[in-house]
């Protein structure tokens, strides 16, 4: 019997796991895949000694100090901040949207109050934006958006954008200046070494059962469970008993290349909706502390897709958040049962909400498992400097 099994090695799995264990309970992760880190994992390319993100890059950034010094104790991070560029009409511009892209796209020389003042002339006054597009047009106006932004999001969510609601483009910044950094948040970059190493560490001395479906024995493992925790699609948990949440997938084409550098960039956008691809990504960019020492390059090309057998972004449109709705009802009646992450919740979430998350929910239930009755969530989280 164990007082946790933990349905998941991702990330909020691993950190859940961590704490439970550190604090003397008895913990087992099982793990449908071959390896521990979820969507996280990465590994070194034999061929080019280049760190791989097998899911697609996961850039760590957080505006909370007490994440960024938990998720240090597991890890070093380089200085790396991302930069984005993007392709569009046969042009390169820089992404987010800031002061270079609008100088570039409209032929300008604009300070930036000028901008500003520009982007209001161009946008619609839409006083309670309903879904992306009106979202978008209120705050860039028609053009912008429709140069940078509705072909990319048709390919990555294969839909039309006023199907999808407003908050999914309030993710990417507007800037009248040159800033163009992609994230605002003070602590950023990449863990040296790559992920593995940060899971390996938080599942140390963990028990751990990979290639192993949780849905093939569901029975068993609930029954030596004290309290289960699942990370995997919410619906999937329910056996799809009020239909499928619709999920978007990605499917990534590696391409090992002898030059030395490709696109002079981790990551180029391709915004024009007849490129099938929504980006490029060339990893070696993430490390350019150890770029000298990789053979060659690797390019990785980001194709958008369905795939029920790898869920990764919540699409979230209106019949999903009536269908969520009543997963969440269920939800809430299950018994010794921990929901969590972005799978679980149906939610959008990066790596440091996780863990957040993940932190929170374990100090919830030891702090309700605690005879004193002290224990509190935040005291899983190191203090701030």
Same mark, same amino acid.
């Given at each position: 019997m164990y007082d946790f099994v933990v349905v998941g090695a991702g990330l909020f799995g691993a950190v859940f796991a961590h704490e439970v264990k550190k604090a003397g309970k008895k913990v087992l992760v099982i793990e449908k895949r071959d390896h521990i880190g979820g969507n996280c994992y990465s590994y070194d390319d034999p061929e080019t000694d280049i760190n791989i993100h097998k899911y697609g890059p996961h850039i760590f950034h957080t505006p909370d100090k007490r994440i960024w010094n938990y998720i240090n104790t597991f890890a070093d991070f380089n200085n790396y901040q991302h930069r984005v560029l993007t392709t569009a009409g046969g042009k390169v511009y820089s992404l987010p949207i800031n002061l270079a892209?609008?100088?570039?796209f409209y032929n300008l020389n604009l300070t930036?109050?000028?901008?500003?003042?520009f982007l209001k002339s161009k946008t619609s006054n839409i006083a309670s934006?309903?879904? #992306?597009?009106? *979202?978008?047009?209120? $705050?860039?106006?028609? &053009?912008? !958006?429709?140069?940078?932004?509705?072909? !990319? =999001? %048709?390919?990555q969510w294969n839909c039309d954008p006023v199907e999808l609601p407003a908050e999914v483009i309030t993710r990417l910044p507007v800037r009248t200046s040159y800033n163009d950094i992609y994230y605002h948040d003070n602590y950023q970059g990449m863990p040296v070494g790559g992920y593995?190493?940060?899971?390996?560490?938080? $599942?140390?001395? +963990?028990? @751990? &059962?990979?290639?192993?479906d949780f849905f093939e024995k569901r029975d068993y493992w609930k029954s030596v469970a004290g309290t289960l925790v699942y990370t995997g699609p919410i619906d999937r948990y329910f056996d799809y008993r009020w239909g499928n949440l619709r999920w978007r997938s990605c499917r990534f084409e590696m391409e090992r290349m002898s030059l030395n550098d490709y696109q002079g960039v981790s990551v180029m956008n391709y915004a024009d909706r007849d490129v099938p691809y929504t980006r490029i990504l060339e990893p070696k960019h993430f !490390?350019? &502390?150890?770029?000298?020492?990789?053979?060659? =390059? +690797? %390019?990785?090309?980001? !194709?958008p897709c369905d795939d029920p057998a790898q869920p990764y972004y919540p699409v979230r449109l209106k019949t999903d958040q009536e269908i969520l709705a009543k997963y969440q009802e269920a939800?809430?009646?299950?018994?010794? +049962? +921990?929901?969590?992450g972005r799978l679980a919740e149906y939610k959008y979430y990066d790596m440091w909400q996780v863990i957040s998350r993940a #932190?929170?929910?374990?100090? *919830?239930? @030891?702090?309700?498992?605690?005879?004193?009755?002290?224990? *509190?969530?935040?005291?899983?989280?190191?203090? &701030?400097?």
């Open positions: 892209t609008i100088n570039q930036p109050a000028e901008a500003a003042e934006p309903q879904n #992306l597009e009106d *979202k978008a047009v209120s $705050l860039i106006g028609r &053009e912008l !958006y429709e140069a940078f932004i509705k072909g !990319y =999001t %048709i390919k593995e190493p940060i899971f390996e560490k938080l $599942l140390e001395n +963990v028990p @751990l &059962e990979l290639e192993t !490390y350019r &502390e150890r770029a000298h020492l990789s053979r060659g =390059t +690797v %390019i990785i090309r980001e !194709y939800q809430s009646r299950e018994k010794d +049962v +921990v929901f969590g #932190l929170e929910q374990a100090g *919830k239930i @030891l702090q309700g498992r605690s005879s004193s009755g002290r224990t *509190k969530s935040r005291q899983l989280l190191p203090a &701030e400097d």
